[in-house]
């Protein structure tokens, strides 16, 4: 019922290289101000969106060839409709640590992803090998965990492309879920700028050419916020007083989230993550003052 009110809507666009974009929308969709979007990268499907969109979704690809579908990441709004479209296809799905698709509150969702997103239909997920290849198609997979444990990249060297999932949905630093980790998004971007990519695909509405710049510029932001958040917090500061210093606007839409998804994303998770997960190398002590 309150899928179907969602008033989804799917459409496939050619964006060269041999590539369909797969946008997706709905209410709950835009009113987070996004678009999810799926790839198909010859016949490989490049994730599946969420499971409000199945009926569109399924009828758009009916007469197109997928012969295997890979998930960038486990989260609902990218595995949604695997069960549907590998059983009607007959395809195997692709996940890194396979045996973590049911992590991170996938398996009972929290219940503000279920109204955003749909519940995910249980599919059997094999592991991601290290390269991915069909029908002439070559997709190298780069580990790039931080937002989600199973997430990655596709890069395909012999176009350009890169498919990143939820590496990058803004350009600086952001809350993150309850088990993000903001130093690994920091070498998760940086080991994909490093292969140059010409043109980025993300998962939400983001298509652009020469994202190096950009990639950087989000590892350094969240680099710098980071350092800083385990710095005050060395110096004795309440975590809220150094989310208020590391991120001097915007408290009210932050804490609103907060609320809203019981305090799984949220910039005070970024602060104690970064705390928690400060690298070794990372001496409080040692720190230049
Ligand atoms: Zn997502």
């Known amino acids: 019922m309150w899928g179907r009110l969602q008033r989804t809507r ?3 666009d050619d964006v060269g290289n041999g590539v369909t974009r797969i946008q997706m929308t709905s209410l709950g969709a835009t009113s987070l101000g996004m678009e999810v979007d799926a790839y198909l990268v010859g016949d490989i499907l490049v994730d599946a969106g969420f ?12 007469d197109r060839e997928i012969s295997l579908i890979c998930c960038s ?3 609902e709004d990218h595995t949604g409709n695997c069960a549907v479209i590998a059983e009607a296809h007959d395809c195997p799905v692709f996940l890194r640590h396979a045996e973590a698709l049911w992590e991170e509150g996938v398996r009972s969702l929290a219940p503000y992803r279920r109204i955003w ?8 997920a094999r592991e991601m090998p290290e390269v991915v290849e069909s029908g002439g198609r070559r997709l190298r997979v780069i580990p790039t965990p931080g937002h989600a444990k199973t997430q990655v990249a596709l890069y395909e060297a012999a176009t350009g492309d890169v498919f990143t999932g939820d590496l990058l949905i803004s350009p600086g630093a952001a809350a993150v879920l309850t088990w993000g980790n903001p130093w690994q998004e920091v070498e998760s971007l940086r080991r994909v700028a490093a292969l140059s990519p010409r043109r980025m695909l993300t998962g939400h509405g983001l298509m652009t050419e020469d994202p190096v710049p950009l990639l950087e510029l989000k590892a350094d932001r969240i680099e ?4 800083l958040s385990v710095e005050l917090t060395a110096d004795g500061r309440e975590p809220r007083e150094v ?8 408290e009210l839409k932050d804490r609103f989230f907060e609320w809203l998804t019981s305090r799984e994303f949220s910039r005070l998770n970024f ?6 997960h400060a690298p070794a190398s990372f001496n409080v002590q040692t720190l230049e003052r």
Request: charged letters at 25%; a positive charge; zero cysteines.
């Open 243 to 250: 989310v208020r210093d590391v991120f001097p606007n915007g």
């Open 51 to 62: 499971a409000y969109v199945r009926d569109p979704l399924v009828a758009a690809l009916e």
């Open 117 to 124: 997103w749909g519940r995910v239909d249980p599919f059997e």
């Open 271 to 276: 602060v104690l993550a970064a705390v928690r």
């Open 73 to 75: 990441h486990s989260h």
């Open 224 to 227: 710098s916020a980071a350092r």
């Open 10 to 12: 799917v459409r496939l």
